[in-house]
């Protein structure tokens, strides 16, 4: 199983970026992903999930509004849309198989990839 996360680099404060995480090795279209990302200093931390389908979404407080999270099954692809960024969004993100009902059971992460938010 691999989860190859993507399209990460540096952005001014108000930018945007597109996160794309491919999987294989799995049957994509029935599990759960979510996205974290871990701060400089800090801990890992939830940021978004999407079930099998992507009908369900939730997000973490302080991305509500700016972040979406999607997927296309087809592809066997999640992504997360960043607008808005915030020099407190500056994090490694990591894509993973998770369980929709609670995030913290993780089957798979991916590796991560850098954001930077410069202001």
């Known amino acids: 199983v691999q989860l190859q996360a993507s399209g990460g680099g540096l952005v001014q404060v108000g930018g945007s970026l597109k996160l794309p995480c491919a999987v294989t090795g799995r049957a994509f279209s029935t599990d759960d992903m979510g996205w974290f990302r871990q701060a400089p200093g800090k801990d890992r931390e939830f940021v978004a999930a999407?079930?099998?389908?992507?009908?369900?979404?939730y997000y973490t407080d302080s991305v509500k509004g700016r972040f979406t999270i999607s997927r296309d099954n087809a592809k066997s692809s999640v992504y997360l849309q960043m607008d808005m960024l915030k020099p407190e969004d500056t994090a490694i993100y990591y894509c993973?198989?998770?369980?929709?009902?609670?995030?913290?059971?993780?089957?798979?992460w991916g590796q991560g990839t850098l954001v930077t938010v410069s202001s």
């Open positions: 993973a198989v998770i369980t929709y009902s609670d995030y913290e059971k993780v089957d798979y």
């Open positions: 999407i079930n099998w389908s992507g009908v369900g979404t």
